[in-house]
């Protein structure tokens, strides 16, 4: 059974950073990886992904320069590493695998994911 297991999430102030992570049950090496996002009221959004090599996606435009996707295939694990934190970033963050062995900003291509982990920006 695939498990993602998404952590680092909390409460920081604007300007601040995190780094979340995403541990996997199963073997990645093979798959992308992608990170959404989820505030109150709204869609679930994607946010960016990596492509199995390690090459990564274009970001969604709202966190281009300020966040940074990475993954460790010999951990099964894949970061998000958020910087220069603005309120509007405030959501759960989920990762997500990729079915399919191209890119994908779409929520429907991506078969497995976490439960999500709880970040709050203040102002």
């Known amino acids: 059974q695939v498990q993602l297991v998404e952590s680092g999430g909390g409460l920081v102030q604007a300007g601040g950073s995190l780094r979340l992570s995403c541990v996997v049950s199963?073997?990645?090496?093979?798959?992308?990886m992608g990170w959404f996002r989820q505030a109150p009221g709204q869609e679930r959004e994607f946010v960016a992904a990596?492509?199995?090599?390690?090459?990564?996606?274009d970001y969604v435009d709202s966190v281009k320069g300020r966040f940074t996707i990475s993954r460790d295939n010999t951990k099964s694990t894949v970061y998000l590493q958020m910087s220069s934190l603005k309120p509007e970033d405030t959501a759960v963050y989920y990762c997500?695998?990729?079915?399919?062995?191209?890119?994908?900003?779409?929520?429907?291509?991506?078969?497995?994911w976490g439960q999500g982990t709880q970040v709050t920006v203040s102002s």
């Open positions: 997500a695998r990729n079915k399919y062995p191209i890119p994908s900003t779409l929520t429907k291509d991506y078969d497995y």
């Open positions: 990596i492509l199995w090599n390690g090459d990564a996606l």
């Open positions: 199963v073997r990645i090496d093979t798959y992308g």
